[in-house]
């Protein structure tokens, strides 16, 4: 039985899913890609002699941001196959957060050299972990939500 509560609930985890999509995808993301772009203009090509695999967890984590907008789309629509999507592309998002957690918070163990020394020219971005770690919370929450019966009962069959 479909509830205007679960409804609202569902086009909530849609929005919550899209929007932190285009988190990734246009603020983040997006800069990773211009600068391979414009290093790629400036020196030629940046991936000759270039190993393919550091690149892969780039297009594995921009795949995934584009699967997440396909399924808060059919969220939106209340498609059943958008919420088993959902369910996969949001479960990979968490362990991917969950491991970039991990690696952050395990990298001055691995890593024991000093930090250089920097001129005074130098720029340094700083960038913060915490959105990160709220995704995937979202993501987390959204998956438990999404596997309960009343909210699974809120999508069309087919």
């Known amino acids: ?10 086009w909530v985890i849609a929005f919550l899913t899209a929007g932190t999509a285009l988190y990734g995808l246009f603020p983040t993301h997006w800069k990773y890609w211009w600068d391979m772009l414009h290093f790629w ?3 030629g090509n940046p991936f000759k002699g270039f190993p393919f ?21 059919s969220m939106f629509k209340l498609q059943s196959w958008g919420r088993t999507l959902a369910i996969y ?4 998002d968490f362990l991917l957060g969950l491991a970039g957690f991990i690696n952050r ?11 250089p020394i920097l001129s005074d020219n130098v720029q340094v971005e700083i960038i913060s972990s915490w959105p990160s770690y709220i995704i995937c919370i979202i993501s987390l929450l959204s998956v438990i939500a999404l596997t309960r019966k009343s909210v ?7």
């Open 53 to 73: 695999w550091v690149l892969l967890p780039g297009i594995i984590f921009d795949l995934i941001l584009i699967f997440k907008l396909i399924a808060s789309y």
């Open 41 to 43: 203009i400036q020196e």
């Open 89 to 92: 592309v949001l479960s990979a």
């Open 105 to 115: 918070q395990t990298f001055s163990w691995r890593h024991h050299e000093p930090l």
């Open 152 to 158: 699974r009962v809120g999508f069309k069959k087919g």
């Open 1 to 10: 039985m479909r509830t205007n509560k679960t409804k609202s609930l569902i």
